[in-house]
């Protein structure tokens, strides 16, 4: 038995690869650091849904089909009005905004798919705007799809290099082979369960700390340092009280995280144009402290630097607020969870894996003395006695 399932091979996909022993992560064919980097998000959606990169008129179709699809429902508005009142946290938000986008629908799987694709940017920013008092922005049809996000963020149009950093993050973060809300987005479409069903399950599971929740603690930690003379002392209590590095390590990686690479990079480039470069300077110092004091503490384990620590600094540099770290991560997997649904339909077999029972035993039922619990016809069930 497997615990976690840990290393259980559930199903076959041509969606992504994870070579943990490697360091390599390869989308649909391409590794992350060739695509992630020069490739649109419209680009990739459509490699992912439709197995190979879109020709010119292809691409072009595609981005306007897409485009097409970002208004929310009035329904879905009010919803979100409602949660931004009640003050919920974004995940919780994007969960029921999710859910609702069935409505008026016929549940016909690559439309709820692309729906799903187009409309998670309008529902995080709306959600976000709403609840900061502010009214949500009109949607444009003329941005790409990476633009649009954080044009419904702000109201004002994002520059050239903050929107390829987004891009960059956004297609980096776009599948990564089996993981927790992907599993569950396809054992719920393998019971023919709707799309929007089990994409709004996969939002559920990514907002679990274990999951999609650990960029914020890692950006909190570069914080509670605050300068780069105190990275040796703050880290080494940390190890010594037996704590967990938020940003290094990897359930699946053996070395360096491939996408922390990537994003670092991003982040480089979109620190070097206009953005403060303190914070920068900071983590890349508490990254250097950080894995020397690794190695000194675990010298039996290869604990590298992983896509959170740079998730963290480039969603900052952006402008995010933590607790967009994780909606923002929804909008790039969405492509992954809507990809591996019509995958995983396409498959036609329910996902049923077995259990092992480790309780009791040989135990019998016994009333007590207790008279039978009897009910006469129209009457309430009452406790005896």
Not at 17 to 26: C, I, N, P, S
Not at 179 to 195: E, W, Y
Not at 279 to 290: F, G, H, P
Request: charged share 25%; net charge negative; with cysteine.
């Amino acid at each position: 038995m497997r615990e976690g399932l840990d290393d259980v091979v559930a199903v076959s996909t041509r969606l992504s690869h994870v070579d943990g022993e490697a360091g390599e992560l390869t989308i649909a064919g391409y590794p992350v650091d060739d695509l992630a980097p020069h490739a649109s998000v419209e680009e990739v959606a459509y490699l992912l849904l439709y197995g190979n990169l879109p020709e010119e008129s292809e691409r072009v179709r595609f981005s306007v089909d897409l485009a097409e699809r970002r208004g929310i429902p009035t329904a879905v508005l009010d919803l979100l009005r409602a949660a931004a009142h009640d003050n919920a946290p974004p995940m919780d938000a994007l969960r029921m905004a999710a859910a609702a986008l069935a409505l008026g629908r016929n549940g016909e799987p690559p439309d709820d798919a692309l729906t799903a694709i187009a409309s998670f940017p309008t529902i995080v920013g709306t959600y976000w705007r709403l609840r900061n008092g502010d009214e949500p922005v009109p949607v444009r049809y003329d941005l790409g799809h990476a633009a649009h996000y954080l044009h419904q963020l702000s109201g004002a149009l994002p520059s050239a290099e903050r929107t390829r950093a987004l891009e960059t993050y956004l297609i980096t973060v776009c599948d990564h082979g089996l993981n927790a809300s992907t599993f569950a987005a396809r054992v719920i479409i393998s019971t023919r369960s709707d799309v929007i069903s089990a994409i709004t399950g996969a939002v559920g599971a990514l907002k679990g700390p274990l999951h999609g929740g650990a960029p914020g603690p890692a950006l909190d930690m570069v914080l509670e340092i605050g300068a780069s003379e105190r990275a040796e002392s703050v880290i080494r209590a940390k190890l010594d009280r037996g704590e967990r590095l938020m940003g290094f390590g990897h359930r699946v990686y053996r070395v360096r995280d491939p996408r922390a690479d990537v994003l670092a990079q991003a982040a480089e480039r979109l620190y070097a144009n206009d953005v403060d470069r303190s914070i920068y300077d900071l983590a890349r110092s508490v990254e250097a402290t950080a894995l020397r004091l690794l190695r000194e503490h675990k010298p039996d384990r290869r604990l590298d630097t992983n896509v959170e620590f740079y998730t963290a600094l480039l969603l900052h540099g952006l402008g995010l607020p933590t607790e967009l770290f994780t909606p923002t991560f929804a909008v790039g997997r969405v492509l992954g969870w809507s990809a591996h649904c019509l995958e995983q339909l396409r498959e036609g077999r329910l996902i049923r894996p077995q259990s092992a029972y480790v309780g009791p035993t040989g135990l019998q039922y016994r009333n007590w003395g207790q008279p039978p619990i009897t009910v006469a016809t129209g009457a309430l069930l009452e406790h005896p006695g």
